[in-house]
């Protein structure tokens, strides 16, 4: 269990995927390009190649967690990450229900 300050840590914003990429060294991850409304756009590395193609999230808006220390995947850097829901089966990557302003605050 985590308490509500624990939880109110977590920085999680709006954007909207400008690219996406296979990842060069990795079958099951794709390279992402998000604008979350910072001067320049995050790069995210996401393990859902197997349940979306690249360019079918070209201008999707997604929810980021925004203030996740950048981690090293396979040698590609990601600057956060990304919510999605799995069943076990398939993975649906969490999205505003109607559009809203890059950088939107999730509460």
């Known amino acids: 269990m985590v308490t509500i300050e624990e939880f109110s840590k977590m920085e ?6 400008t690219s996406t990429k296979p990842h060069p060294n990795a079958d099951r991850l794709l390279v992402l390009t998000v604008d979350i ?9 996401a393990g859902i190649r197997a349940h979306y193609r690249p360019e079918e ?3 999707r808006q997604l ?4 203030n996740l220390q950048p981690a090293k995947l396979r040698g590609v850097e990601s ?3 990304l919510l999605a829901a799995s069943d076990g089966e398939q993975v649906i990557v969490l999205r505003p229900e109607k559009r809203v302003r890059v ?4 509460r």
Do not use: F, N, P
């Open 12 to 17: 999680l914003r709006v954007g909207t995927v």
């Open 37 to 45: 409304g910072e001067e320049t756009d995050r790069q995210l590395v």
């Open 57 to 59: 999230l070209v201008g």
């Open 63 to 66: 929810v980021v967690v925004a």
């Open 79 to 81: 600057q956060g990450m």
């Open 103 to 106: 950088g939107s605050q999730v």
